[in-house]
């Protein structure tokens, strides 16, 4: 056993190392014997076995949570931004990973029409900020619960288990960010930066198929540049999503040239 | 000694066949991967929310604080590091910590409650909620192989969320009394459940 440590100005931290473990230790004494850590190898490796122990009296604790937490935690997270990995040293000229969104490529039969972005990176951002748009703070919970409107709809596309996601760049500038899911028949569908329109005229999201042509809604800007979540249903085999500049009460039909246009 | 008495991997993320397969997901969790978050869901959210909701009571802050642990996991899955401890600890780890900083930004409005109630819980209710399974017996059976001082030390500190100071106080004994006892308790405990240290 390594019991003992490094000693400091006759005094031994190292005895705070139970306390610590178990977070019994306020603020200051907790950033002392952080410093203290971060300079005693031994230290770490003993705060760590000793955390092996705690994680066991936690397990021993277990409670079924309560039912719907996992929806809303596994919405919340596909809205949540991933932090980046430190960079691994031997690659660091090479070009950054995307790990928030690669698998979800990967898992995907590529549209052919729609390009791929290499910004896939921020289309989880987008699709966050979008969502909870017109929410300045607050908790993950008060950003759904303030776009509750449509939220239970975009978290029960977004969490579907076939829910595959892309994004795309929109002729004109921005980029659309579009999650799917086949068994659904539905998606949700964000945008960023959006070329600015006309007063008079709007973004209009379309499903255009062998059933014929169905407005699915215009789009509403949301803040930071991006529209809010649009959830189009229904949909049929053969459906494109088609994105175009409208007068701004809509269109009955797509009037104008497609700026987006992805077979699904 | 330890890895033969176990039959089967138990629910909940408790056993180590759980936890060895949990570093997996994790990992793949962060990259990004749904199923694997959802996995990783399934295997630690009834711990997460068991230890929280042990500290903070309140089953509505304690759902919240759940899901903001789990949504920690999901966003900092990267920085997870199999070699610094196990992927249990890591996010039990994240779970406490939350839960005490929970009850202590809350301190004051609750402190009288909670003061009865921990000091009322430590070792019954933990041998009460811990006796379902053969990992809480072996944790229950761990827990009473320590002094009193070392359980009350550990219980009261740990399930409770108070800081080495208060659970001196609450005790009657000096703060280095307890800072020394609770490290004890702990090492034995690492060593009573065979842990890695």
Known sequence: ?264 | MTAIDRPAPEPAGTGQGATADLGAQIRLVARGDAAAFDAVYDLLAASVFGIVIRVIRDPAQSEEVTQDVLLEVWRTASKFDAERGSATAWVMTMAHRRAVDRVRSVQKESERERRTAAADIPYDEVAEAVESSLERERVRRCLGSLTELQRESVTLAYYGGYTYGQVASLLGVPTGTVKTRMRDALIRLRDCLGVAG
């Open chain 1, 1 to 264: 056993m390594k019991l003992r440590g490094n000693q400091t100005n006759g005094r031994e931290p190292h005895t705070l190392a139970g306390a610590y473990a178990m977070d019994a230790i306020s603020e200051p004494d907790r950033a002392s014997f952080e410093r203290h850590l971060a300079g005693c190898e031994e230290c770490a490796q003993e705060i760590a076995g000793l955390r092996e122990a705690t994680a066991r009296l936690a397990t021993a604790t277990a409670v079924p949570p309560p039912s719907g937490l996992k929806e809303r935690v596994i919405a919340a997270a596909a809205l949540t931004r991933q932090q980046p990995p430190p960079a691994a040293e031997a690659s660091a000229e090479a070009p950054a990973r995307v790990p928030g969104i690669v698998p979800w490529f990967r898992a995907l039969a590529l549209p052919r029409r729609m390009a791929l972005a290499a910004a896939g990176l921020a289309a989880v951002a987008v699709l966050a900020v979008a969502v909870a748009f017109g929410v300045a703070n607050g908790s993950m919970r008060d950003q759904l619960s303030a776009a509750q409107a449509s939220s239970q709809q975009v978290a029960a596309v977004l969490t579907a288990h076939d829910a595959t996601m892309m994004t795309g760049a929109v002729a004109g500038g921005g980029t659309a960010t579009i999650v799917m899911s086949h068994a659904m028949h539905a998606l949700v569908f964000t945008a960023a930066g959006l070329r600015a329109l006309p007063a008079s005229r709007g973004y209009e999201l379309w499903l255009i198929g062998p059933a014929g042509d169905r407005p699915v809604s215009m789009l509403i800007p949301g803040g930071h540049d991006m529209t809010g979540p649009v959830v189009a249903s229904g949909l049929r085999a053969g459906d494109r999503l088609a994105l175009t500049a409208e007068p701004i009460g809509g269109a009955t039909r797509p009037t104008a040239p497609m700026m987006l246009d992805v077979l699904l």
